[in-house]
């Protein structure tokens, strides 16, 4: 059995393992983006004439709020799509 | 799986290559050229026509938005940011007729956050002189130095990221989607060889991550250059 | 060869030439459509002001106009009623003048007639003392017969006629 190739299999093993726990931080934009368009949605209802002020500047920080959960995304792609690790391995 | 990166279309001499990035682009660019160059051609001092106004409602939108954000003393910023949300705009929306989208390269996005990330550099050195700009680095303590200049670069890095990760998520969950349904109508419908479900259903998802978050994106992205390059010249 | 870029990578050529035709659709989009909009967007602004200038000055030139009108009609008005009261002060000195000299000429006509009337008394006064006196002298020679000298019975009779006519 080539030792190279188990160790292969491990790293990509583990970077698919990776890359699942990297989209975890999903959770944190999740909540943050939640909790800003539930506030969004008070500002509205408290003064219905901001409607498109508010809608406008809530997707802007939802963006920018996401970027975070993108980072984890970006990280797993890596992981999955142009594994840095594998390629250490010699042979 | 075959989710890849752009496909190297041309190789020329001097390891020079040509993907389908780049031959996208140019098209995205002939497009909007014909585009702007049929808006803007002949125009009279009366709008007669639709396209006049279209032509003048888009642009007097822009320099609202760019005057609002930037101040009047920055307007002369609007045609580069015009060009940069119609160019990120198109880039995304592109995906919509089947084209590789692109934004979900990350070699362009970041090359726009490098031109972001230079033209705030130059402004803040023309506004405080050079020895200011470098001082302002060691504020309030030298320790903190690198810090500072971690977090600098973190901008453009963040802002390239940002771009690229939304619409190459859309690029990955779309083509997960097409295969899925490929091989959903291979088992459902055996005698078809045609994978019938392919047909409409990822049409839904085109509208959100293609359509919403391409022309989000292109506004945010927009939308962060203009905040720093105002920033940097006040 | 690999025919494809890997998924998440940065390419050097792509970056160039992201540069370059960032730089170039810039140029194109601002010769093409922005700088032509900006400049009709400009010149209406522009005729838009001079239209509103052109109005204000209109405006301006109308209230002069008006002012200097309104003075003119009070300048006539002045002058009119100036006139007005010129010929009634006019009229006024007239009247007065008149009834003065109508008044003057009444009184002399008075005061002649008045005259006149002391005259004819004087006259007739004088007359009838002369009759009276005439009438006494031949009624007294009558009476005395002829050793009357008759200028002293004259004499006489005047001064007699005189206190009658002190005392009456």
């Known amino acids: 059995m080539d030792i190279t190739l188990i160790t292969r299999a491990i790293v990509l093993g583990a970077s698919a393992i990776g890359a699942g726990i990297a989209m975890i931080a ?27 002020d508010v809608t ?36 | 799986m075959n989710i890849q990166g752009p496909e190297i279309y041309y190789r020329l001499p001097g390891g020079i290559h040509i993907t389908e990035t780049i031959v996208n682009m140019w098209i995205l660019m002939a497009v909007i050229t014909a585009v702007c160059a049929y808006l803007g051609h002949g125009l009279k001092d009366k709008p007669d026509s639709r396209r006049q106004v279209i032509a003048e409602f888009i642009v007097s939108k822009l320099y609202n938005m760019v005057s609002e954000v930037m101040g009047k003393k920055n307007l002369n910023f609007a045609p580069y940011i015009g060009t940069l949300i119609t160019l990120s705009a198109f880039g995304s929306l592109c995906a919509l007729i089947g084209m590789r989208p692109i934004t979900a390269d990350l070699s362009v996005t970041l090359a726009w956050a490098i031109v972001t990330f230079v033209m705030v550099q130059t402004f803040r050195i023309k506004k405080r002189g050079i020895g200011k700009y470098l001082k302002s680095f060691f504020e309030p303590t030298p320790v903190i130095a690198p810090l500072n200049i971690i977090s600098e670069i973190a901008n453009p890095v963040s802002m390239a ?28 419908i055996k005698i078809i060889p045609i994978p019938v479900l392919q047909l409409g259903i990822p049409a839904f998802l085109s509208i959100y991550f293609d359509l919403f978050t391409g022309v989000l994106q292109a506004y945010i992205f927009c939308m962060l250059t203009m905040v720093f390059v105002a920033g940097a010249t006040e | 060869m690999e025919n494809y870029l890997s998924f998440v990578t940065i390419d050097l050529w792509t970056l160039i030439f992201t540069w ?28 838009v002001n001079d239209i509103y200038d052109n109005a204000n000055t209109t405006k301006e030139e109308a209230a002069n106009l008006k002012s200097e009108y309104t003075a003119k009609l009070a300048d006539a008005k002045n002058t009119a009623e100036q006139i007005i009261e010129g010929a009634v002060k006019k009229a006024q000195q007239d009247e007065e ?60 009779i005047d001064e007699f006629i005189d206190s009658i006519g002190e005392a009456s």
């Open chain 3, 20 to 47: 370059g035709n960032l730089l170039i659709l810039f140029l194109l989009m601002k010769k093409l459509l922005f700088k032509p909009v900006t400049d009709i967007l400009n010149k209406r602004e522009q005729e």
């Open chain 2, 161 to 188: 990221f940002r771009h690229f990760g939304n619409i190459a998520s859309g690029v990955v969950i779309t083509s997960l989607i097409y295969m899925a349904l490929a091989g959903l109508s291979s088992m459902v």
């Open chain 1, 26 to 52: 999903g959770i944190g934009p999740g909540i943050g983006q939640g909790i800003a368009v539930s506030r969004a949605l008070e500002a509205i209802g408290r003064q219905p004439e901001c409607k498109g």
């Open chain 3, 97 to 156: 003048k008149i009834i003065k000299d109508a008044r003057f000429k009444a009184e002399q006509i008075i005061k002649r007639a008045e005259e006149n009337i002391e005259l004819e008394k004087k006259n007739a006064f004088n007359k009838l003392k002369n009759d009276i006196s005439g009438m006494a002298v031949s009624l007294a020679s009558k009476i005395v017969e002829r050793d009357v000298d008759e200028t002293e019975h004259h004499k006489m």
């Open chain 1, 56 to 91: 406008t500047t809530m997707l802007l920080g939802c963006a920018v709020a996401e970027s975070t959960g993108i980072y984890s995304l970006v990280i797993a792609l890596i992981l999955i799509y142009a594994n840095p690790l594998v390629n250490l391995i010699a042979g």
